[in-house]
């Protein structure tokens, strides 16, 4: 196993929802932290909760789909910590519509914070993951990174793309010191939903209907997948599966590898 005691862990997106329960297990652990997140105020929360574990743990604001701040960020983190071991690519946004709804200019506003934010953030970190004796990268993907089911054009596209990259990535790595974990969550209770962007042509009523049909499918509480992906990453295993909904889409997408949406779409 990965021991993750006195280790350093970079993690986005950690001030709420997944991330903040991906650092909450890792702290309990023993592990180091570095936190970073768009939103200050909420990563001051989690910040404040990681108090009683007693770890080194740095606030960080940052922006991942701001290419300048990643390039400085390996430089801010290292006159925190003395090394960095683990980085959990977790940032990311939802995107509401059609493809034939959705503006392109709003297609690459999600593709920069999922997708460039973990090429960017991996580039960034590999030179100091290298200096580990012992590195693991972990990259947040989706079940929707597994099935492209209508209406998430945008979203499908960047999870199946971190899916490609972290895969073919691992196995340039082969042979380092460094593994890679790509990470299928499936319906977590978090806020994704409520914030994510909507296309134009979205009107209020659609929009309340999708919520809600969100809330019925986003159950499994955070800390529940914080847990697995960090026993994922103790065990160094290259593809962890969060939640018996995941683990169900795995299966039917591996025996109907092109018409599983006639299965699951009921």
């Given amino acids: 196993m990965l021991k993750l005691q006195g280790r350093t862990a970079v993690v986005t997106g ?10 909450t297990s890792l702290a309990r652990r023993g592990c180091n932290l570095a936190l970073a997140d768009i939103d200050d105020a909420a990563l001051a929360t989690t910040a404040a909760e990681l108090a ?17 701040a990643i390039v400085g960020f390996p430089g801010t ?25 959705v503006a392109e200019a709003d297609f690459e506003w999600l593709f920069s914070i999922n997708f460039w934010g973990v090429v960017r953030m991996t580039r960034a970190f590999l030179p100091l993951l290298h200096q580990s004796d012992d590195a693991r990268l972990i990259n947040i993907s989706s079940v929707y990174g597994l099935i492209a089911p209508p209406g998430q054009t945008a979203y499908a596209a960047s999870k199946f793309a971190v899916r490609g ?41 659609q929009a309340a209907e999708g919520l809600e049909r969100s809330k019925a499918v ?39 590898p092109v018409n599983y949406w006639n299965l699951l779409g009921r």
């Fill in 14 to 23: 950690a001030a709420g929802g997944i991330g903040r329960a991906i650092t």
């Fill in 52 to 68: 009683a574990h007693k770890v080194r743990v740095s606030r960080h604001q940052l922006d991942v789909s701001d290419r300048a």
């Fill in 77 to 101: 983190v290292s006159a925190e910590h003395p090394g960095v071991d683990v980085l959990v690519n977790n940032a990311g946004v939802a995107l509401g519509g059609t493809f034939e709804q």
């Fill in 165 to 205: 990259f972290s895969e073919s990535l691992r196995h340039e790595l082969a042979g380092t010191r460094i593994g890679v974990t790509v990470v299928h969550p499936g319906g977590v209770a978090t806020a994704i939903a409520k914030n994510a962007r909507l296309a134009a042509g979205i009107s209020e009523d």
């Fill in 218 to 256: 986003l159950r499994l509480p955070p800390e529940v997948a914080g847990e697995t992906i960090v026993r994922g990453i103790e065990n160094r295993q290259p593809r962890v599966l969060v939640g018996s909904d995941a683990k169900r889409i795995a299966i039917s997408e591996r025996l109907m």
